[in-house]
């Protein structure tokens, strides 16, 4: 069914042991969770008749690794001829061609992005069983994501169209204008996610289209398990603070201002003298999910699009956000900050 992907381990064990050093990054990650539980999400979408296909838990790490390091697919192709740490973390050994650069657009197509959110969804499972996620505080947030389109070719078409429609003329149909504030546009998708503010693991992620409102994602990333719950103020409405009410949760929504006047918002929302107190706190840590945004778009490539198609989009975010969970609890576990691991 698979490829064969693993020489016997002993007769390559010296060559990894002298070249790969013990504070290795893939040595952290190898050990961050049971990658076994992984291979039972993949091996659905193969089948015994056909040829052999690569091993779909050597080509699931070789996807974390091309995030990772934010490469392309021919990068990744090369970086894997190149790099020893790879081949052993991905179970290649050294004298094997890995696989061509077409082979990981296959994969990604074949897992999708429900896979790829049910691996997601796994790895924060794990995260909590090992005590990592500690669940005081849940961070609900957005963030933009531009779309693989030049714009400027995008309105000419659309205008050459006779379109009113200045997206017309987009190859990607899914990517909608959006707004990061109310005079800054952008054109693709958004990115929404809940953060666990003690332990930085993200717990939730979605896609979408970039002109959705955050607040109608709010019950997709909202995080059942956690204490309380805090957002800016895109989220203030009642819906939300029903859900949270439900879920037997402190809220600490940032209420809008009221219509004509400068005060007294807190105290209508909050009219408990408690409730305000726990507000201002978690008010304070609200904020914190904004590194882990950065973390994604600026190390990790989901500042913009990879691809076309909000399905495919789904998927970069979905494989970012395991990523940038993989890093975290690395550190986490091993007590090494990330930039003092070795790479390479």
């Given at each position: 069914m698979f490829k064969p992907n693993n020489r016997p381990k002993s007769f390559y064990d010296p060559v990894y042991d002298e070249n790969i050093p013990e504070n290795h990054i893939v040595r952290h990650l190898q050990n961050a969770i049971d990658w076994g539980r992984i291979k039972r999400y993949l091996k659905k979408h193969y089948y015994d008749k056909g040829r052999d296909a690569y091993n779909p838990l050597m080509m699931f790490k070789l996807i974390v690794l091309q995030f990772l390091a934010d490469l392309s697919d021919r990068e990744l192709e090369e970086a894997v001829r190149d790099r020893i740490s790879w081949r052993w973390?991905?179970?290649l050994d050294p004298l094997e061609n890995p696989?061509?650069?077409?082979?990981?657009?296959?994969?990604?197509?074949?897992i999708g992005a429900e896979t790829m959110k049910d691996i997601f969804d796994d790895i924060v499972k794990q995260a909590r069983a090992k005590g990592?996620?500690?669940?005081?505080?849940s961070v609900i947030d957005a963030t933009d994501i531009k779309a693989k389109v030049d714009t400027f070719k995008m309105h000419k078409k659309s205008k050459d169209m006779g379109s009113n429609d200045p997206t017309a003329g987009s190859p990607d149909p899914d990517a909608r204008y959006g707004y990061k504030s109310d005079d800054e546009p952008f054109f693709g998708y958004k990115s929404?996610?809940?953060v666990d503010a003690k332990s930085r693991i993200i717990?939730?992620?979605?896609a979408s289209p970039g002109h959705e409102a955050d607040t109608e994602f709010f019950d997709a990333v909202h995080d059942e398990k956690a204490e309380g719950v805090t957002a800016d103020k895109g989220y203030d409405s009642?819906?939300?603070y029903d859900v949270i009410e439900e879920s037997q949760q402190r809220a600490a929504i940032i209420p809008r201002r009221l219509k004509g006047r400068e005060r007294g918002h807190i105290k209508k929302r909050y009219p408990d003298s408690a409730?305000?107190?726990y507000y201002r706190r978690a008010k304070r840590k609200r904020p914190w999910i904004e590194p882990k945004w950065s973390e994604m778009k600026n190390k990790h490539g989901m500042a913009s699009s990879r691809y076309w198609g909000l399905m495919k989009n789904r998927l970069q975010v979905f494989i970012t956000g395991i990523v940038v969970n993989l890093k975290r609890m690395a550190t986490l576990e091993s007590g090494i900050p990330m930039w003092k691991m070795a790479e390479g």
């Open positions: 973390f991905v179970g696989p061509d650069h077409t082979a990981y657009c296959r994969f990604r197509d074949r990592l996620v500690l669940d005081k505080l929404h996610g809940a717990t939730k992620l979605e009642q819906h939300n409730d305000q107190q």
